[in-house]
């Protein structure tokens, strides 16, 4: 069965320092997410992603955050100036068009020291 | 979009059936009842969605109450492997947006073997 992949899982970064996480969304899937869940707290939505260009995004989604897909099958989301607050977990999803089911990645845990 | 309210935790034993209950008094009428679940350590994963009709799948039945303010995930028959936190949302049928979600704290059910 397809399935979304993240890598890392795991990735400790310094405070201050740019962190890139990456997805590779299912093969014909055209919207793209991130969520974020910091422990012990809800899934909260970032930004969602369709035809090379934003579609929503939330307050979280400040001007630290960026996102891309780089080529035909990563997506990317940056943060530049990374601050403790940003230690949590980061799921990409990914949905074909036509469907209302979302297929989420395993996350990426960051760790902001 | 219209907000949803869940009982924090519930407790099944093994092998019997689940009925975990939702609440959507303010539901408008275009609006999707969607349900994911989160397994420890997992990203959520889509269990079921409907909008006013019940409805079966492999993995679960929704149950939607005639003035759609409520309804209920069954499963039907509970496994360990169901130990996880169950979200009901709702999301508005749009078409030209990102159809992204906002989870809230869910329903984490517990199976006692």
Known sequence: EP??????????????????????????HLYFYWYRQILGQKVEFLVSFYNNEISEKSEIFDDQF???????????????????????????????????????????????? | DAKTTQPNSMESNEEEPVHLPCNHSTISGTDYIHWYRQLPSQGPEYVIHGLTSN?????ASLAIAE???????????????DAAVYYCILRDVAIYTGNQFYFGTGTSLTVIP
């Open chain 1, 3 to 28: 399935e979304v992949t993240q890598t890392p899982s795991h990735q400790v970064t310094q405070m201050g320092q740019e962190v890139i996480l990456r997805c590779v969304p299912i093969s014909n």
């Open chain 1, 66 to 113: 960026s996102v891309e897909r780089p080529d035909g099958s990563n997506f990317t989301l940056k943060i530049r100036s990374t601050k403790l607050e940003d230690s949590a977990m980061y799921f990409c999803a990914s949905r074909e068009v036509g469907s209302y089911e979302q297929y989420f990645g395993p996350g990426t845990r960051l760790t902001v020291t």
């Open chain 2, 55 to 59: 409805v079966n799948n492999r993995m």
């Open chain 2, 67 to 81: 003035d759609r303010k409520s309804s209920t995930l069954i499963l039907h028959r509970a496994t360990l492997r």
